[in-house]
């Protein structure tokens, strides 16, 4: 018998982790928990299958990526409709996350070799009786850790880049969308059958710990702050390295000569796409003052035509019930400081379901303003320029992502935020962009996937030097002589003596 329960809150039952929706409380997916005895053994037999994947080289896995890529696409709306089912996500959102997915498995399969494969680097006049050669090996074992808000987006921004790489990964799934990564695992043994080159572990976040503790030869987290810490605790303890991809509170910056109907409404779907339970979410606007009124009334106009609800509504439920408490807390916190709320509010929370909120002249020391919120809520305060826009955009310890509306400044804007990433007159874009490194700054982790860094995150560099002649002016070897050092003095003074 089910047991009585909060839908959408994960339950383990009879050595099973048991998913339901947070819109209705079916269940969603129904899977075994892993002991971290069953972790160490997943890694194990990853090993020997990352040998075998390593094996197939750059063009026997491109092939395998690009089949699985395949797959996906080819039941993309099955792939959607359990992403709904089991995290509550509107349908369209989840096809736009999945072909973002899509995008960047297609991405590294096709560049892995040009940026991880052996290559000649150029030598210099030191040395220059020697070749250079480069190449990235794989770790052997990847594990990533992920989180429920997109299930399938954030696990293959890791786990492609890394198989493409030539990694076995381990994947633990958040325990709200166990089912999600499942079925990836799944669709992936279907175009690997030979090796478990890819699998799951399943559970709570003591299997997440575990996984820190099993061997891998790095770990790619994604998730919250504070659990970060603790990744970064635990595998400190054997000196594992680790890429962690943690919370944001990005910030909007409008300026004087934005357009502000755009402004409004890339904001609109920046804060409150898949209901504002976005890492790189909106969840703070700066505006100056000359359009800030504009902008409002716009932005407000645009969101208030959102609907919310379970099915074919443009905003769903909160997937994580315990999030409802600290949406609540901060919008209470926000009008109880002088905030005033000109969308939504106090009453916009209704479990499970939390309408568009917007909140103006929130002070910048609120927790509405300085905690990730994740909900389908923003503040929009007034500055005098840009200046004070960057500074209080930059003014917490969270930088992961951003935006900028405007011409004349934009792009300076941009660079001055103090975050890994930055779009001027969209927001989000960069997520899909798979030629562009994501990962933030301070709270928000370090490290970086997709693109060329997010390769090289997933491979060693090794360094070869190989000798193609005699040397004419030996240095490394005690068979040097006096005369000898006295002409590397003397090179030394003529290459590097001058101040230029
Ligand atoms: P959590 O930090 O709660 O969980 C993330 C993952 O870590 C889950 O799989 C979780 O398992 C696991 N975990 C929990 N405890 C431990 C532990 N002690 N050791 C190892 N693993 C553990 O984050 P959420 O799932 O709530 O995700 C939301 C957060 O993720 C937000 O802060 C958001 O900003 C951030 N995020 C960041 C992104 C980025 O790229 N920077 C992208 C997307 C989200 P379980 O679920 O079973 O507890």
Redesign the pocket.
């Known amino acids: 018998m089910t047991a009585v329960h909060v839908p959408g809150t ?1 339950i383990i039952e009879d050595g099973r982790l048991v998913s339901t929706s947070p819109a209705t409380g079916a269940e969603a997916g129904r899977l075994p928990v892993a002991t971290a005895a069953d972790v160490r053994d997943a890694v194990e037999q990853a090993r020997a299958a990352g040998q075998w994947w390593a094996g197939l080289g750059f063009t026997g896995r491109r092939q395998r990526l690009l089949r699985w890529r395949g797959v996906l696409a080819g039941r993309i709306e099955e792939l959607a409709e359990l992403v709904h089912a089991e995290g509550g996500k509107p349908v369209a959102d989840a096809v736009v996350e999945i072909l973002t997915a899509l995008e960047h498995i297609d991405w590294a399969a096709r560049n892995a070799r040009r940026v991880l494969g052996p290559r000649r680097v150029r030598t210099r006049l030191i040395l220059a009786e020697f070749t250079g050669h480069l190449e990235y090996q794989p770790y052997g074992v990847v594990g990533v ?6 299930p399938v987006f ?1 696990p293959i ?1 890791s786990a492609a880049y890394a198989l493409a790489a030539g990694n076995a990964v381990v994947f ?5 969308t166990p089912a999600v990564g499942q079925w990836l695992v799944d669709r992936f043994a279907e175009v690997v059958p030979e090796q478990p080159v890819l699998t799951a572990v399943h ?7 575990a ?2 503790r099993a061997g891998v030869g790095k770990l790619a ?8 810490k ?2 970064m605790a ?1 595998c400190a303890e054997t000196l594992t390295p680790v890429l962690l ?4 509170k990005d910030a909007m910056v409008v300026d004087a000569d934005a357009d502000l109907d755009a402004a409004a409404e890339a904001c609109v779907w920046g804060a409150l796409t898949n209901a504002g ?4 979410g909106i969840e703070r606007v700066y505006a100056v003052d000359p359009v800030y009124d504009a902008f409002l009334d716009k932005l407000v106009a645009k969101a208030g035509r959102l609907t919310v609800g379970p099915e074919g509504a443009d905003i769903g439920p909160i997937t ?1 019930p315990a ?1 409802l408490d600290i949406i609540r807390r901060h919008i209470d916190d926000a009008v109880a400081r002088g905030g005033r709320a000109v969308l939504g509010g106090p009453e916009a929370v209704r479990p499970p379901y939390v309408h568009p909120t917007v909140l103006v002249d929130v002070p910048e020391d609120s927790a509405a303003v300085r905690e ?1 919120t ?1 909900g389908p809520t923003l503040t929009v305060n007034r500055v005098r320029d840009v200046d004070e826009a960057v500074a209080r955009a930059n003014a917490l310890s969270y930088g ?1 992502g951003g935006s900028v509306f405007g011409r004349k400044r934009a792009v300076a804007v941009a660079r001055r935020l103090r975050s890994g990433m930055a779009a001027i007159n969209s927001t989000l874009t960069f997520a899909g962009m798979s030629t562009l490194p ?3 700054v301070g709270d ?2 370090f490290g970086r ?1 997709h693109g060329e860094d997010g390769l090289r995150e997933f491979g060693r560099a090794k360094a070869i030097t190989r000798r193609r002649g005699p040397s004419l002016l030996p240095s490394m070897t005690f068979e040097r002589t006096p005369a000898d050092v006295a002409r590397l003095v003397k090179v030394a003074k003529l290459r590097y003596g001058r101040g230029r």
């Open positions: 994960p850790i992920g989180p429920w808000n997109y954030t921004g633990k799934p958040s325990e709200y559970g709570l976040g003591e299997v997440g710990a996984l820190c987290f994604t998730g919250s702050t504070a659990t970060a603790k990744v635990a991809e943690a919370g944001g339970q976005t890492c790189i994580m999030q990730e994740f992961l994501f990962g933030g928000s982790g996937i």
